[in-house]
Structures are given as structure tokens and as C-alpha cells.
């Protein structure tokens, strides 16, 4: 599957783009014509801040995070005391801010949206990747994502350790249940996926072993177990192995932090899960400034 990075690796000037233009859509969202409360502060007021961690979590977000303190104000500076993927404890402070007080309370809670959101993706995700250590497989993200939040969502998974499914309907094909419905049945979808010639990752989705023997001959080459019990997923790889089959198998639904290595361990190459951006409980942050 196509990774996040490989469309915007961090630290090239896609990727700069990218960050720029959310967050310049969100500090407009937020501020429109004016902060009125900022407006209370003295002009001339310079103060300095820390960004704190409440609660243990992978840090994600950083260049987020400067681009909603220097698009207010370019004179801000902002001194980073920990790696974007690291692990932080409660009452750790992340990261000093100094810079025009008014500029500092106007782009604070669009700073900390971003950070503790994408950080809740990276912590989750590495939960799962945790869990699953020492199998084959791989935590893949889906396209449930927050509107307008999908690549930095996905970005936080990869901090998180996951890797990325398609970025978005451009990206790849998949064959659900109304494709499969709509064309005709999976020979005839997968002969049209195949005569499409668009170069793309092309995965065919499957409810039961009949559809995975069905999807397999007609020459599919990635599926996508959906709901499959832990012992239908064991059949599922011994009925790829036993067809002389190389498709990847990748699970999905019905997945949890309590089931996941048990899946992991039936020798499917990837487990896909919704929750990890669609599900996030964002990690508690908050900005003080110094007296």
C-alpha cells in the first residue's frame, strides 16, 4: 500500500505545504475578524509559555503546532524539549514559547487541536503496534478519518509506528460489497480492475472463504478479510497458501486492543482499524503562561 510519506515526506516542502495550508484554514476558522479577548493584553506585552502534557502519550504534531504560532506572529520562538514520536510523561513540559503575548493567546488552542488530536492518533496506533509485536503483521490506518484532518491523521499513524492504506479514492482501488453487487460478481469486477491498467494498488474485499477462493482465482492479489473470525482468518491463510497464492491478507472490523494480537498471530500480513483515527479521545494538553 502507498505510504503517507512517500506522496509527503516529513520535511519536504510538500509536506511544509501541507502543514501551512490546514493551518491556516483552522486559524482563520477561529479567529475571523479579530481575537477580542487577546485585544484585552497590552500590545507591547511579551510573555513567555509552556506547553504540558496531563497524561502519558506519543507527542505528534510539532510542525503543526510552530506554523499556528508563527503564521499569528513570526517573531514567536518556540524551543521544542522532546522528539516528535517520543513518549512523555504527565506534567512533562513539552516544549517554551516567548514571543508577543496577544500573538501567544490567539494561536493557543488551535496549537494544542492539532497536537493533542494528532497525538492521540500516534498514541493509539502504537498501542496497537505494541500489542502485536513479534507477529508479522502490520497496523494500517483506513480512510475514517476527521474531515479535512485525513493526511495529518495519517502522518500521526506512521509517527505512531502504523503504516498507511490508500490516502483516498484516487489512491487505489478497493472492491467493496456494492462494487462487487454493482459490476456483477467478483470475476467481472476483478476482470475490470484488471483491464483498468491504472497502475494503482488494486484490493478486493471479501465476507466469507467462498469469496476469498472466488477473489484468489480471478487473480486477486491483495483482500480484504472483512469480519472474519480469528479461526475463519487461520483457514483464510491456509486456503491462500494451499491455492499457491501470494495475495496479502489483511483483516478488518471488529477490532480491538483486546483481540488484535490474537489476530495477528493467524498469519494475516496486515490488520486495518478505524478507531485508531475515527475513535481518538484527544490527549490532555495545556498552555501556561509564566508569571
Not at 522532546?82 to 488551535?110: N, S
Request: proline share 3%; aromatic share 4%; with cysteine.
Amino acid at each position: 500500500m502507498t505510504l503517507f510519506s512517500q506522496h509527503y515526506p516529513p520535511f519536504s516542502s510538500a509536506f511544509y505545504a501541507l502543514v501551512d495550508s490546514q493551518v491556516q484554514a483552522a486559524l482563520a476558522e477561529d479567529i475571523g475578524t479579530g481575537d477580542l479577548t487577546a485585544a484585552l493584553v497590552p500590545p507591547e506585552q511579551h510573555v513567555t509559555a509552556s506547553i504540558i502534557a496531563r497524561e502519558s502519550a506519543i507527542i505528534c504534531g510539532q510542525d503543526w503546532v510552530n506554523a499556528c504560532f508563527l503564521q499569528t506572529d513570526a517573531n514567536i520562538h518556540i524551543q521544542w524539549l522532546m522528539a516528535e514520536g517520543e513518549r512523555v510523561q504527565p506534567k512533562q513540559v513539552l516544549c517554551k514559547i516567548a514571543g508577543p503575548a496577544r500573538a501567544l493567546l490567539t494561536a493557543e488552542r488551535c496549537a494544542l487541536n492539532f497536537l493533542q488530536t494528532l497525538s492521540a492518533t500516534a498514541t493509539q496506533t502504537r498501542q496497537y503496534v505494541d500489542a502485536i509485536a513479534g507477529t508479522q503483521a502490520h497496523i494500517l490506518d483506513t480512510r475514517k478519518t476527521l474531515p479535512h484532518l485525513r493526511l495529518a491523521q495519517k502522518y500521526a499513524v506512521t509517527v505512531g509506528g502504523g503504516k498507511n492504506q490508500r490516502l483516498a479514492l484516487y489512491d487505489g482501488i478497493l472492491i467493496k460489497e456494492n462494487h462487487i453487487a454493482a459490476a456483477g460478481g467478483i470475476a467481472e469486477v476483478m476482470s475490470a480492475a484488471q483491464a483498468a491498467s491504472s497502475g494503482k494498488s488494486v484490493q478486493i474485499e471479501v465476507e466469507n472463504l467462498k469469496q476469498l477462493e472466488e477473489a484468489l482465482v480471478a487473480g486477486a492479489s491483495s483482500v480484504l478479510l472483512d469480519n472474519f473470525s480469528p479461526a475463519l482468518l487461520k483457514e483464510a491463510v491456509a486456503l491462500n497458501a494451499q491455492l499457491g497464492k501470494k495475495a496479502l491478507l489483511e483483516a478488518s472490523g471488529g477490532i480491538t486492543l483486546d483481540n488484535v494480537r490474537e489476530i495477528a498471530l493467524t498469519g494475516v500480513d496486515r490488520i486495518s482499524i478505524g478507531a485508531i483515527t475515527k475513535n481518538v479521545v484527544a490527549i490532555d494538553l495545556s498552555m501556561r503562561i509564566q508569571h
